[in-house]
């Protein structure tokens, strides 16, 4: 069963506002069983929307619409709901005690041009809002292009397209939804069930090829790909007619998808890597010290500060911003005869050096340190910034080159959760011999 959500308001066009209506919606109808196949976002032009309004009904079973319902003149959502399905406008009298009620029990006049927010389709229901003075619209389309009432009694086979029309103020739109047209959604004929797994260590295309005949589009469950901030996500959204067997398609395909991908697996869920390292560490009573140069600039300790529970395992934490000069390693406890080792080249010689020290010092079980950075422009004109990240434990220190091109952020992010996910590995696997660098 598909859906599809309109966004109506030249100030989303724009980009003065950012349409969080949409994103709230899918999410919603995802849960209901229904798979949104579109968002559209309209400026306030009436032919656009009459358009959009008459292709829209012919692709999905249901169209949520947001937006337009205001006082002003270039409020037009519900005459476009008119024009585009043959309907004139009527005023909904109680719709209009109700706006009239509002504004007596805010102690303010109402302005004439309120009163055009009761007008709806002829052939319509009212969506009440409790929450502002723009009632909503519900109305169905049916497969010969009728409009109808909700309550009106059409067979199943005829029912076409639910078209609901909601305010663009999310603070009156949900509470209608939730309220009135979630029940009327109830029944999709569909159970759907989303999975997230979250990877860390492949790109995409690396993470595709591995999991082969997963990702094939038609498949049920589908497996979607995403990355944000180089994690990579895995979306496994099954569909049945019963929990029982969406369920049991879930379960099995992620599975697959564990078996495929392995080590590179670090969470289900929400889980960030470094929730994921924080409680393994404190599960087996251990810590860490981190030392950050410009390489991560202080995101390692941004992540793990971010609550008690995270921080708790995190003994001690030092930025350095710029070179590791001797006043830098003073601080650190190292002695300045180090800084002589500040060259890209021998970092991990004083990697090692910072490492015992603050383990040492601190009475740690690991040392995360990240280097300086510096940018190398190759032949081909593209700027490389080069950086390392290190792990160390009592038997070893393991080095990880994470150098990349492009935006700095992304840069620190992605190093981090090198040094993040190195220690995850020696943790899951107590591998703590070898030297990786």
Known sequence: MFA?????GSELTCGSKLDTNSQWLSRELEVLGWTVMRHTTLADDMDAIVSEFRTAVTRAQVVLI??????????????????????RLIRDL?????IEALFVARGREM???????????????????????????????????????????????????????????????????????RPVLLDSGMVLRRAVIRTFGFGESDAEQLLGDLTARGRNPEVGITASEAVISLWVTARSQSVEEAERLSRE?????????????????????????????????????????AATGGQLAMWMSENATVGAVVK?????????????????????????????????????????????????DFVLVSS?????????????????????TVHDIQSFDVSMSGNLAIFRQRAARTALNRLRLMIKHESFLGNAG
């Open 316 to 364: 001690t934490a030092m930025v350095i911003p710029g070179e590791w000069d001797a006043a830098a390693l003073r601080m650190l406890g190292v002695a300045p005869r180090a800084a002589e080792n500040n060259h890209p080249e021998d970092w991990l010689t004083l990697a090692t050096l910072v490492s015992e020290t603050l383990r040492h010092n601190h009475n740690v």
């Open 111 to 181: 302005p004439a041009r309120n009163r055009r927010q009761a007008d709806r389709p002829e052939y319509s229901d009212v969506l009440v809002n409790t929450c502002g003075t723009a009632p909503g619209i519900l109305m169905r389309i049916t497969s010969t292009g009728a409009a109808m009432s909700v309550t009106a009694d059409v067979p199943d086979a005829a029912k076409g397209c639910l078209i609901a029309v909601m305010p663009g103020v999310p603070a009156e739109m949900r509470p209608m939804f939730e309220q009135h047209v």
């Open 94 to 98: 109680q719709s209009l005690e109700q």
């Open 66 to 87: 947001t937006g337009g319902l205001g006082p002003t003149l270039d409020d037009i959502t519900r005459d476009a709901l008119g024009l585009a399905f043959d309907q």
């Open 4 to 8: 599809e959500i309109i966004a109506i």
């Open 372 to 392: 300086p950075f510096y940018d190398e422009r190759l032949d081909s004109g593209v700027i490389m910034r080069r950086g390392y990240v290190a792990v160390s």
């Open 253 to 293: 395909t992620c599975q697959l998808v564990r078996e495929r991908l392995g080590d590179a697996v670090y969470a289900d869920g929400d889980d960030e890597l470094h929730d994921v390292v924080a409680e393994l560490l404190k599960s087996g009573n251990r810590s860490v010290a981190l030392v950050e140069g």
